[in-house]
């Protein structure tokens, strides 16, 4: 039946791609006409123009940034084509522009060159340089394979040479509307949508790991934590703020498996977030940010992979399409399919059973946006996930699996309303959102049935505002409540258990609780703008507060099915509070170098405990502390730039935290008796840094990293802690380097505009010290290198993958001495995509 509905969903993937292909290119030769806009541009400086030119066709424009005060820009009113919009706007100025491929209008002098025409995506400069950190975009901020896209290159100096430009990333991390990458005063890396599905990705932490300071461990495909700058928690909520477009993911410190494809971008915010983004975002933000629903335009795409490490593990394939469809002037919808199979490679010592962790992964996403005026924006969305896996990835260094039969389920639903209403001065923005989640744990194996189940289910409701007034001081803020409630199952049973001598029973222990959490917040930034923009200062400050509850729970004892005993517990609660400020100020030296410090405070809340726990602890003579909320002071400074040539780029911080009532998991009782508890502190001294370099046309080389010497201030006699020790699964340093080569290809005269590429990519992290529930254990050094060749066009593309050639077997992390987790064996595989 398993492999029936396995191959009835192969067909409907198949039957959805085909489908869309058909419809899509039924619609070609009506697409194939330029297309026309209804603008109405009034004109006048360069910038006001392009403001109300970007509002009213939804497109994209660069230009150098001493261009945007000049004045005399003609009114545009009426049907035009762009290139006719761009001929009216600019006649009788010294401005030209034009459209280059990635769908960018770039704007300069007449006397630095135009714009090729004809699609090329060059720019002549008549030996003046780029306009410097605007153009600065995400070759440099991601350092990687994932964040260098096809169309990515830097404008020549030489006199009359006639280069790529670089299409620049527009985010929204500070919550002020879009700025450019290179405008965000603050560490943040960003992967696009296009160049992740390119990179054959099968999930967003593999690409993260890519990026400064950050490091992943996958438990299995619904279970990853990721640490920023050597921050690391095992225990108690995350300390990663984790979004899916405006949802905010709480919880434990393990984040969902996320499917790369179809995204616009993915935003990685290093340091606290606190005031922005909550509790949670101690040691920062990941926001992953789904494509929008376009209002004009058909599209449909596909793309597929598959790998295979030969006899030591199981193939690995994944299939995906996403189509948008316009339903008229003011609506249109966007939905994505995909399905996962990610191959297993973890064996039975006992059994001999193979490949017990695969894992088997649908999702699916879809959005409807509605547009009534210009100004008002409503976007309903839904994300579901079904996960089924065989088992985790721990394991010893021959993928030999520590527990033979288990099986992990997850399925959640997600649901939001995002409303945009932007004014003159000052858009509104309202995001509810509601998850309903569950999970189901099962262990087989050794006499033993060990069966948990949980719920959950989340509402949150944020309100915010953003500012656009004329003068220096600008505000941003809002207010959100989160409202969670979880309940938690559990059995254990001891098959043919021998009660008394000659008569065997099945012996079962039941619990369960139910647990709640009401929070909400208030938070608000002023921003100061002097010397023209280019001193900019900014002060924040977020209050919160996090009422906790146990509900009660219960513990029965059954004997073949039959109650004899249940106790019940009372319920227990709690409430943590937090001031969180933030200040930061910035100056851009000039258009090539940008400087900034941030000062920054993260929380967590504290942790209650069920009464259970309580009484238990009585029964060993212990009494539980109770786990306080840990806080964390972040002292950065920062500069971004690109040097005179405009070949090499640049990011670097240099940081320094120090970390209060860091909570970690200690055996009270060893062996009988583990839990959470807080430590005295730790702090750390590091930086990050990122570097591009492109030194001839087509190739890019780049290396990024962070070393940091984060450590315990006080001693832990639980834990054997001494008083300068590495802190607990923190990775000291991790670097990486990257190539990439494009060139030109064609089959002749009509093999087409075709580039081939060559990427390979190397990661490196450092060995860690395991000390949670009291032994000490090591994770490896880890080297991980991928590589890619491929051919490609902007429409479709296909390419030959390697990932983990060097076939790195150390423990890649662990939640403790003996479960340390291993990496997926050497595969090599195909991808290939089309976009119609």
Not at 12 to 21: D, E, I, K, Q
Not at 570 to 594: W, Y
Request: hydrophobic share 40%; proline share 4%; with cysteine.
């Amino acid at each position: 039946m398993r492999k029936t509905w396995k191959s009835l969903r192969l067909i409907a993937y198949a039957t959805l791609c085909v489908t869309g292909a058909v419809w899509a290119v039924s619609a070609a030769s009506a697409q194939d006409r330029p297309k026309r806009y209804d603008l109405d541009i009034e004109g006048g400086t360069l910038r006001q123009a392009v403001e109300e030119f970007r509002e009213q066709a939804d497109i994209e424009f660069l230009y150098s940034f001493e261009l945007a005060q000049e004045d005399g820009i003609n009114p545009v009113q009426g049907q035009y084509t762009l290139e006719e919009a761009l001929a009216v706007m600019f006649e009788g100025t010294n401005l030209s522009g034009g459209l280059t491929e990635g769908g960018v209008i770039v704007i300069t002098h007449r006397q630095s060159g135009a714009i090729a025409q004809n699609g090329e995506k060059v720019v002549k400069q008549d030996n003046k340089r780029p306009s410097g950190v605007r153009r600065f975009l995400a070759a440099l901020i991601g350092a990687s394979s994932v964040a260098v896209g096809a169309d990515g290159a830097i404008a020549d100096e030489t006199d009359g040479a006639e280069t790529q430009v670089i299409d620049e990333i527009i985010v929204t991390a500070l919550r002020r509307g879009e700025q450019s990458l290179m405008d965000t005063p603050i560490a943040i890396s960003a992967l696009t949508g296009e160049d992740l599905e390119i990179s054959a990705r099968t999930n967003i932490f593999d690409a993260l790991s890519e990026t400064p300071g950050v490091n992943a461990v996958t438990l299995n495909p619904n279970a990853t934590y990721v640490q920023i700058r050597g921050l690391s928690a095992i225990t108690g909520s995350t300390i990663v703020g984790y979004y899916l477009d405006e949802f905010p993911v709480t919880g434990g410190v393990l984040l969902p498996d996320t499917n790369p494809f179809d995204l616009s971008r993915v935003e990685i915010l290093r340091g606290p977030q606190g005031t922005l983004y909550g509790f949670g975002s101690v040691g920062g933000t990941v926001r992953i940010i789904t494509n929008d629903p376009v209002l004009d335009d058909l599209q449909f795409k596909a793309a597929g992979s598959w790998a295979s490490p030969g006899s030591d593990g199981s193939d690995t394939y994944s299939m995906n399409a996403a189509i948008n469809v316009p339903l008229g002037d003011k609506v249109a919808f966007r939905g994505v399919a995909s399905h996962r199979t990610i191959g297993g490679f973890m064996d039975a010592a006992i059994s001999g059973e193979e490949d017990l962790n695969e894992a088997e992964i649908d999702s699916y996403r879809g959005k409807i946006l509605f547009k009534p005026t210009d100004n008002l924006k409503i976007v309903g969305s839904i994300w579901s996930n079904e996960n089924k896996t065989g088992g985790q990835n721990f394991g010893t260094r021959d993928r030999i699996a520590l527990i033979e039969d288990e099986e992990f389920g997850f399925d959640s639903d997600l649901y939001n309303l995002l409303v945009e209403l932007d004014l003159d001065n000052v858009t509104f923005t309202s995001s509810s959102s509601y998850n309903d989640g569950s999970s189901e744990t099962q262990f087989l194996g050794l006499g033993l049935v060990l069966n948990q189940e949980s719920e959950t289910e989340n509402f949150t409701q944020e309100i915010r505002f953003n500012t656009k007034l004329d003068g220096q001081l600008n505000f941003n803020g809002g207010v959100i409540y989160i409202d969670t409630e979880s309940t938690q199952v559990g059995s254990l049973v001891f098959e043919d258990f021998p009660l008394v001598p000659g008569f065997l029973v099945d012996l079962e222990s039941r619990s369960g609780s139910q647990s709640g959490s009401e929070a909400y917040a208030v938070f608000g930034e002023a921003h100061l703008a002097l010397m023209d923009g280019k001193l900019q200062l900014t002060a924040g400050l977020r209050y919160f507060e996090d009422d906790q509850s146990l509900a009660g729970g219960f513990s029965e004892t059954l004997i073949d099915g039959v109650s004899q005993s249940i106790m019940e517990t009372p319920p227990t609660s709690s409430t943590h509070d937090a001031v969180s400020p933030r200040f930061n100020i910035s100056f851009a030296v000039n258009d090539d170098l940008l400087l900034y410090a941030n000062v920054a405070k993260g929380f967590r809340s504290g942790l209650t405990f069920p009464q259970s726990s309580l009484d238990q602890a009585d029964l060993f003579g212990v009494t539980l502390r109770p786990v306080e909320p840990d806080i964390l002071w972040n002292y950065e400074v920062g500069a971004k730039g690109i040097s005179s040539n405009g070949k090499f780029l640049y990011d670097v911080a240099v940081y320094y935290f120090d970390w209060e009532d860091v909570q970690i998991t200690v055996p009270l009782v060893p062996g009988l008796l583990s839990v959470p508890q807080n430590a005295a502190g730790a702090d750390a001294v590091g930086i990050d840094f990122a570097f591009v370099s492109r030194p001839i046309e087509g190739l890019s080389l780049s290396i990024n990293g962070n070393f940091n010497n984060a450590q315990f201030t006080a001693p832990l006699a639980a834990l054997n802690i001494e008083k300068g020790d590495r802190l607990d699964n923190s990775v000291r340093e991790s670097y990486g380097a990257d190539i990439t080569y494009r060139a030109p290809f064609s089959f002749g005269e009509s093999g087409g505009n075709l580039e081939w590429m060559f990427n390979t990519n190397y990661q490196h992290s450092s060995a860690r010290e395991i000390r949670s529930f009291g032994t000490l254990g090591f994770a490896d050094s880890l080297d991980i290198m991928t590589a890619r060749v491929g051919i490609e066009s902007e429409k479709w593309g296909i390419y030959l993958f390697g990932n983990n050639i060097l076939d790195e077997k150390g423990a890649a992390g662990g939640t403790s001495a003996e479960a340390l987790i291993r990496l997926a064996p050497p595969s090599i595989g195909v991808n290939g995509r089309i976009t119609f």
